[in-house]
């Protein structure tokens, strides 16, 4: 009699109470090995037909503030502008003001829009900014400054795979 109730209780246990019996499956351990670099890179450019990139992020290194400079509303230096204009090769047509005075990064003069530095270095923006891009902020009503990097760089990878497809 107890061998019989062992096996109902298995049985009515075995079945969800949505009638959903994969919910019970059970699931084999994940399996660790290991693959070499030359098979990894192998493998990477025979699915996208180049070399890997490299798992680094660059990231230009900025200076260290003088604690004698005169305070502005950014961190950034004139010098770190030229270093990151350099870095990321970005045209001599695309200004960088740094804000100066009672200027802020919420309201950019008339003709700018606040980049930060973030953009550039984690998203990998480029300029000219795509017309997709002005054209959807224009439709939204949102300036390229309220997006967060997270949004930008989501933003931008749906643009990226459109035109891949």
Not at 62 to 78: E, Y
Not at 88 to 93: D, V
Not at 126 to 139: K, Q
Request: proline fraction near 10%; aromatic fraction near 10%; hydrophobic fraction near 35%.
């Amino acid at each position: 009699m107890s061998s019989r109730k062992g096996f109902s209780k298995r049985n009515s246990s075995s079945h969800s109470s949505s009638g959903d019996s994969s919910a019970n499956e059970v699931i084999a351990p994940k399996e660790e090995f290991e693959v070499e670099e030359e098979a990894k890179d192998a493998y990477y450019k025979s699915l996208c037909g180049s070399p890997p990139p490299s798992q680094d992020i660059p990231i230009p290194k900025r200076l260290v503030r003088s604690p004698n400079a005169p305070l502005t509303p950014s961190m950034v230096s004139p010098d770190y502008l030229t270093t990151l204009r350099d870095f990321y090769q970005i045209p001599s047509g695309v200004v960088f003001r740094i804000p100066s005075g009672n200027e802020s990064a919420k309201n950019p003069p008339e003709g700018f829009f606040t980049c930060y530095e973030a953009f550039l270095v984690y998203c990998h923006m480029w300029f000219p900014i795509p017309g997709t891009i002005v054209r959807a902020l224009r439709h939204f009503g949102v300036s390229i400054s309220q997006l967060s990097v997270l949004a930008l760089q989501h933003w931008l990878g749906v643009l990226i795979l459109s035109y891949e497809l």
